[in-house]
């Protein structure tokens, strides 16, 4: 039998979340022919882990499974390696491989720079010196994740000319992005630059978009621009493309994960394997 990859997305209580996630899908099974490519969710739609699992071994002796989630949280950490260890158990002639999350690196980086040059063009090119950037992610209790959003943001200050590139969140922990507005102002920007730290739309997406016509009406002598989330972007699938295609070069070492195994797998597995209450105990929205 043939290899399977599992792309695993978050899930959205919005459905034009999950309908991007399957486009997205759709698009990768074009670049890569060669690959059957399958889709689960961690929560709110209808085929979730265990089904995903399940599915995926009926058909194959190796399975590659792809999270399509941007920052290691506990949803990377915890919940996913808890259900594969039980897809381990069920399925034992078949192969699982768990390959890394995005993560914030060079190809995300190459992103947002293009996205802050597209702001940019929206408000007519003017001094970086008094346009803040504020990179706004999701939000987690997992400090790791959290900070992966702040070395990104480092990075992106590393690279431009602008004095602010600020952080925010849109829940779950602080700063949120009306304090960092606020910030900005009193430091005298007179444009800020809103850059969502997204892969899809979702409940939250609008809620920003909403955030950010607030903001426009709260500060009339500021000029606001909100850039997209970046899905489809080119860099997403070559990131996707990289971590499958290691996975298949050298199976025996890509099996673990670097977190498939860790403190957190054996904190899941103390807890159960049912679904962790974590990420948006806040946030029942999504």
């Not at 768990?98 to 408000?123: F, N, S, V």
């Not at 849109?170 to 910030?183: A, F, K, M």
């Not at 159960?272 to 105990?281: A, K, L, M, N």
Request: negative net charge.
């Amino acid at each position: 039998m043939a290899d399977t990859i599992l792309l695993v997305g978050h899930g959205s209580r919005h459905p034009a979340g999950n309908i991007e996630i399957e486009q997205f899908a759709n698009h990768w099974r074009k670049r890569n022919p060669q690959w059957d490519i399958e889709v689960c969710y961690i929560e709110f739609a209808d085929v979730l882990l265990d089904s995903g699992f399940d599915n995926a071994a009926k058909k194959a002796s190796r399975v590659i499974v792809v999270p399509l989630i941007l920052n290691a949280a506990a949803h990377v950490k915890m919940e996913v390696p808890a259900h594969l260890a039980e897809a381990r158990k069920r399925h034992p002639q078949v192969e699982f491989i768990y390959t890394p999350h995005l993560g914030a690196g060079e190809g995300i980086l190459k992103i947002l720079k293009r996205e802050l040059r597209q702001i940019m063009m929206q408000l007519d090119m003017p001094d970086p010196k008094t346009t803040g950037v504020i990179l706004l992610g999701r939000g987690s209790s997992d400090r790791v994740a959290n900070g992966e959003v702040a070395k990104i943001a480092r990075w992106l200050w590393e690279e431009q000319d602008h004095e602010l590139v600020d952080i925010a969140f849109t829940g779950i922990t602080y700063p949120r992005l009306e304090n960092v507005v606020q910030r900005q102002v009193k430091l005298g920007m007179t444009q800020i630059a809103i850059q969502p730290y997204y892969l899809f739309n979702g409940t939250l997406i609008e809620r920003i978009k909403r955030q950010h016509q607030h903001l426009s009406q709260q500060y009339p002598q500021i000029r606001f621009a909100l850039g997209n989330y970046f899905g489809f972007a080119d860099e997403i699938y070559q990131l996707l493309d990289q971590h499958v295609n290691e996975a298949l070069s050298d199976s025996t070492e890509s099996s673990m994960m670097a977190c498939d195994g860790c403190q957190y797998r054996e904190l899941a597995e103390q807890h159960g394997h049912g679904h962790h209450h974590h990420d948006h105990e806040h946030h029942p929205e999504h």
